[in-house]
Protein backbone atom coordinates (compact mmCIF):
# COMPACT_ATOMS: atom_id res chain seq x y z
CA UNK A 1 0.00 0.00 0.00
CA UNK A 2 1.15 3.26 -0.87
CA UNK A 3 0.92 5.98 1.94
CA UNK A 4 0.08 9.70 0.34
CA UNK A 5 3.47 11.79 1.04
CA UNK A 6 1.16 14.13 2.76
CA UNK A 7 0.15 11.54 4.85
CA UNK A 8 3.63 11.01 6.03
CA UNK A 9 4.54 14.38 6.39
CA UNK A 10 1.29 15.24 8.14
CA UNK A 11 2.59 12.19 10.57
CA UNK A 12 6.35 12.93 11.31
CA UNK A 13 6.76 14.79 14.43
CA UNK A 14 4.43 13.14 16.37
CA UNK A 15 5.97 9.82 15.59
CA UNK A 16 9.26 11.11 15.89
CA UNK A 17 7.78 12.37 19.32
CA UNK A 18 6.43 9.81 19.80
CA UNK A 19 9.03 7.21 19.72
CA UNK A 20 11.57 9.46 21.82
CA UNK A 21 9.34 9.62 24.60
CA UNK A 22 10.00 5.70 24.68
CA UNK A 23 13.73 6.81 25.57
CA UNK A 24 17.13 8.20 23.39
CA UNK A 25 17.39 7.03 20.29
CA UNK A 26 19.61 7.76 16.98
CA UNK A 27 18.60 8.04 13.39
CA UNK A 28 18.77 5.06 11.83
CA UNK A 29 16.97 3.22 14.71
CA UNK A 30 14.04 5.95 14.67
CA UNK A 31 13.78 4.92 10.83
CA UNK A 32 13.27 0.76 11.64
CA UNK A 33 11.44 1.52 14.50
CA UNK A 34 8.73 3.60 12.10
CA UNK A 35 9.16 0.35 9.72
CA UNK A 36 8.36 -2.17 12.14
CA UNK A 37 5.44 0.41 14.11
CA UNK A 38 4.18 0.02 10.80
CA UNK A 39 4.56 -3.32 9.34
CA UNK A 40 6.95 -2.14 6.92
CA UNK A 41 4.31 -0.02 5.45
CA UNK A 42 5.78 3.34 6.09
CA UNK A 43 8.90 3.64 4.75
CA UNK A 44 11.33 6.55 5.54
CA UNK A 45 14.15 7.99 4.28
CA UNK A 46 17.56 9.53 6.08
CA UNK A 47 16.63 12.80 3.70
CA UNK A 48 13.23 12.63 5.39
CA UNK A 49 14.29 11.87 8.99
CA UNK A 50 17.46 14.06 9.50
CA UNK A 51 15.80 17.58 8.36
CA UNK A 52 12.85 17.19 10.95
CA UNK A 53 15.33 16.25 13.50
CA UNK A 54 17.57 19.38 13.22
CA UNK A 55 13.83 21.08 12.99
CA UNK A 56 12.74 19.61 16.19
CA UNK A 57 16.34 20.70 17.64
CA UNK A 58 15.99 23.92 16.82
CA UNK A 59 12.50 24.23 17.73
CA UNK A 60 13.87 22.80 21.51
CA UNK A 61 11.57 19.78 20.77
CA UNK A 62 14.68 17.26 20.92
CA UNK A 63 17.91 17.68 22.02
CA UNK A 64 21.17 15.91 20.51
CA UNK A 65 24.62 14.48 21.85
CA UNK A 66 27.48 12.62 20.28
CA UNK A 67 27.41 8.81 21.57
CA UNK A 68 29.27 6.22 20.57
CA UNK A 69 27.76 2.47 19.16
CA UNK A 70 28.44 -1.09 20.43
CA UNK A 71 30.97 -1.05 17.40
CA UNK A 72 32.81 1.79 18.56
CA UNK A 73 31.64 4.51 15.69
CA UNK A 74 30.15 8.12 16.41
CA UNK A 75 26.64 8.31 16.29
CA UNK A 76 23.86 11.19 17.22
CA UNK A 77 21.51 10.14 19.87
CA UNK A 78 18.49 12.15 20.45
CA UNK A 79 16.20 12.56 23.52
CA UNK A 80 12.82 14.43 23.84
CA UNK A 81 12.76 17.67 25.92
CA UNK A 82 9.95 18.49 27.99
CA UNK A 83 9.02 21.52 25.75
CA UNK A 84 9.23 18.31 23.20
CA UNK A 85 6.92 16.05 25.90
CA UNK A 86 4.23 19.25 25.74
CA UNK A 87 4.29 19.38 21.92
CA UNK A 88 3.66 15.54 21.43
CA UNK A 89 0.78 15.94 23.80
CA UNK A 90 -0.79 19.02 22.19
CA UNK A 91 -0.55 16.77 19.09
CA UNK A 92 -2.08 13.82 20.21
CA UNK A 93 -4.85 16.09 20.73
CA UNK A 94 -4.80 17.16 17.39
CA UNK A 95 -4.85 14.03 16.26
CA UNK A 96 -7.54 12.56 18.08
CA UNK A 97 -9.80 14.94 17.13
CA UNK A 98 -9.23 14.38 13.06
CA UNK A 99 -9.39 10.51 14.13
CA UNK A 100 -12.78 10.74 15.78
CA UNK A 101 -13.88 12.85 12.74
CA UNK A 102 -12.48 10.87 10.50
CA UNK A 103 -14.12 7.88 11.86
CA UNK A 104 -17.79 9.63 12.02
CA UNK A 105 -17.54 10.28 8.13
CA UNK A 106 -16.30 6.98 7.33
CA UNK A 107 -19.09 5.47 9.05
CA UNK A 108 -21.61 7.24 7.71
CA UNK A 109 -20.43 7.24 4.28
CA UNK A 110 -20.39 3.26 5.07
CA UNK A 111 -24.56 3.65 5.19
CA UNK A 112 -24.82 5.68 2.13
CA UNK A 113 -24.58 4.21 -1.33
CA UNK A 114 -22.02 5.87 -4.16
CA UNK A 115 -23.65 7.32 -6.65
CA UNK A 116 -24.52 4.73 -9.30
CA UNK A 117 -25.64 2.12 -6.69
CA UNK A 118 -21.93 1.38 -5.88
CA UNK A 119 -21.49 0.54 -1.98
CA UNK A 120 -18.19 1.80 -0.57
CA UNK A 121 -15.42 -0.55 -0.83
CA UNK A 122 -14.83 -2.46 2.65
CA UNK A 123 -17.54 0.32 3.92
CA UNK A 124 -15.49 3.11 3.60
CA UNK A 125 -15.43 6.07 1.25
Known sequence: MHIDKDLVAASATP????????????????????NELSGGRMQWTDGMLYPLLHRLERNGHVRASWGTSEAGRRRKH?????????????RRAQ?????DTLKQVWEAAAHHPLPGGAAPAGGIA
Request: hydrophobic share 55%; glycine share 10%.
Open 78 to 90: YAITEEGLAALAE
Open 95 to 99: WSVVA
Open 15 to 34: LVLGILAEGESYGYAIVKRV
